[in-house]
C-alpha cells in the first residue's frame, strides 16, 4: 500500500481490521453490463451514534465521514496513507482513513475528533496541545490529536521515545514534534492525576 512504509505502528492498515471477503463479495455486486457498483448499506457507530447509509464499495471512509457525516474535522492530506491528517480511532485502533474503505468498517465503532471532547470540557490531549503549543497551521492536528488519544489510552505513562513512536505515522511540516511530544506528555500527566504543568517545562513558543 503506498506510504505503508512510512505509515508508523500507531496506524493500523486495513486488513488487520475488516473482512477482504465481504468487500470482494460487495464488489461482485457490480451490476452486470452497466460497469456501476451497486449501492449497498452499511451500519456504523460513529462518535457513540449509530449511522445507516447507503453507500458505493469503493467509497473511501475519510469521505463517507466528511460528505455523508459531514464530519469535516477528519482531513485529507495526501490520499496515500502517508501523511496520517485523516487519522480516526476505529474499535480502539487509530487508523488512516483514506487508506480504508466505508463498506471495510460496516458494524465497527469508530471515533473521530469531534467526538474526543467531552462537551465543553476538553480532552487532556487537546488541552495539551493548547497549552504547549502543540500546533501551528493546524491541518495535521485532529490526526495527530486521534493517534495520541489512542496512545493514552493504552498506557497514559509512555516514555518519550513511545510517545514518538506512537505518532510517528503523523506528519508535522511545521512544529518539529518537539511541542507535540510535550504536549502528550502534558495529557498523559493530566491522565494520571498528575500536576501536568512540570511536562510542559521545556516548551519552546
Known amino acids: 500500500m503506498l506510504g505503508?512504509?512510512?505509515?508508523?505502528?500507531?496506524?493500523?492498515?486495513?486488513?488487520?481490521r475488516v473482512s477482504w471477503e465481504r468487500y470482494g463479495q460487495l464488489c461482485?455486486?457490480?451490476?452486470?453490463?452497466?460497469?456501476?457498483?451497486?449501492?449497498?448499506?452499511?451500519?456504523?457507530?460513529?462518535?457513540?451514534t449509530k449511522h445507516s447509509s447507503e453507500v458505493e464499495p469503493r467509497l473511501l471512509l475519510v469521505h463517507y465521514l466528511r460528505e455523508v457525516l459531514a464530519l469535516t474535522g477528519t482531513h485529507v492530506g495526501c490520499d496515500t496513507g502517508?501523511?496520517?491528517?485523516c487519522t480516526v480511532i476505529l474499535d480502539g485502533d487509530p487508523i488512516k482513513s483514506c487508506t480504508m474503505l466505508?463498506?471495510?468498517?460496516?458494524?465497527?465503532?469508530?471515533?473521530t475528533i469531534e467526538g474526543v471532547a467531552n462537551g465543553d470540557e476538553l480532552h487532556p490531549v487537546q488541552e495539551g496541545f493548547w497549552e504547549c503549543h502543540g500546533l501551528q497551521c493546524g491541518f495535521c492536528t485532529p490526526g495527530m490529536i486521534m493517534s495520541s488519544v489512542a496512545l493514552l489510552e493504552r498506557d497514559n505513562n509512555p516514555s518519550e521515545t513511545e510517545i514518538r513512536h506512537g505518532i510517528e505515522g503523523n506528519l508535522c511540516r511545521c512544529t518539529g514534534y518537539h511541542n507535540i511530544v510535550k504536549s502528550v506528555e502534558y495529557a498523559g500527566a493530566k491522565m494520571r492525576g498528575e500536576d501536568p504543568k512540570?511536562?510542559?517545562?521545556?516548551?519552546?513558543?
Open 102 to 111: 466505508a463498506v471495510q468498517a460496516d458494524g465497527s465503532e469508530i471515533r
Open 4 to 16: 505503508s512504509e512510512h505509515s508508523g505502528s500507531s496506524c493500523s492498515e486495513p486488513s488487520d
Open 198 to 205: 512540570g511536562a510542559s517545562s521545556e516548551v519552546t513558543s
Open 82 to 85: 502517508y501523511c496520517g491528517a
Open 28 to 48: 461482485c455486486s457490480v451490476s452486470r453490463g452497466s460497469g456501476r457498483f451497486s449501492i449497498v448499506e452499511v451500519s456504523i457507530t460513529v462518535n457513540g
